[in-house]
């Protein structure tokens, strides 16, 4: 199956802008979404397609993609952002549907 | 308000069977796909099935293929994942959550606690 690989843990500063990553070759053929997800908490969407935010979701934060990497961006960290973040996407190496996750990635607010 | 409730997890020995159930409230079930995710304790998300609105499609993980069955009753507004021939590596939290796009997951249940071990 196709893997989507993040980036290892990321801090950031109260107020300033983070970006994390998500590579994949499934990236190349397909948006990513991402979730939010809080120690105890279900995930919750915050960004899908071409950087669609579902209702509530706060305008720091962004997606894009380029290339075989999707990015998403947080700008004006808050510490509520501090949580793990998960990017998914299909699955391009199968024919049927196939949804692939990546491993996450933890984001400490300082 | 949507409203995704999973119940039916707990402790269950290898080899063994459960069925887990995901209530809907506040939409039209019938107007959505539904999968299965689950979280193995301290890991990350790892989807494991897909259904159609109709029931039509259905798809699975490769690692749960041939032991688990989704399956939804539009008319009683739920969703349920048949799980048997469970392993060890089963151990997970499992969400429902309601697809918007092929892979795009926009409202998930708390989620419900499956525990195999002897």
């Known amino acids: 199956s196709s893997e989507l690989t993040q980036d290892p843990p990321v801090s950031v500063a109260l107020g300033q802008t983070v970006r994390i990553t998500c590579q994949g070759d499934s990236l190349t053929s397909y948006y990513a979404s991402w979730y939010q997800q809080k120690p105890g908490q279900a995930p919750v969407l915050v960004i899908y397609g071409e950087n669609k935010r579902p209702s509530g979701i706060p305008d720091r934060f962004s997606g894009s993609s380029s290339g075989n990497t999707a990015s998403l961006t947080i700008t004006g960290a808050q510490a509520e952002d501090e949580a793990d973040y998960y990017c998914n996407s299909r699955d391009s190496s199968v024919k049927h549907l196939g949804v692939v996750f990546g491993g996450g990635t933890k984001l400490t607010v300082l | 308000e949507v409203q995704l409730v999973e119940s039916g997890g707990g402790l269950v020995q290898p080899g063994g069977s459960l069925r887990l159930s995901c209530a809907a409230s506040?939409?039209?079930?019938?107007?959505?796909?539904m999968n299965w995710v689950r979280q193995a304790p301290g890991k990350g998300l790892e989807w494991v099935s897909y259904i159609s609105s109709s029931s039509h499609t259905k798809y699975y993980a490769d690692s749960v293929k041939g032991r688990f069955t989704i399956s939804r009753d539009n008319a009683k507004n739920s969703l349920y994942l048949e799980m048997n021939s469970l392993r060890d590596e089963d151990t997970a939290v499992y969400y429902c959550a309601r697809g918007i796009l092929e892979t795009t997951f926009d409202y998930w249940g708390q989620g419900t606690l499956v525990t195999v071990s002897s």
């Open positions: 506040g939409f039209t079930l019938s107007s959505y796909s």
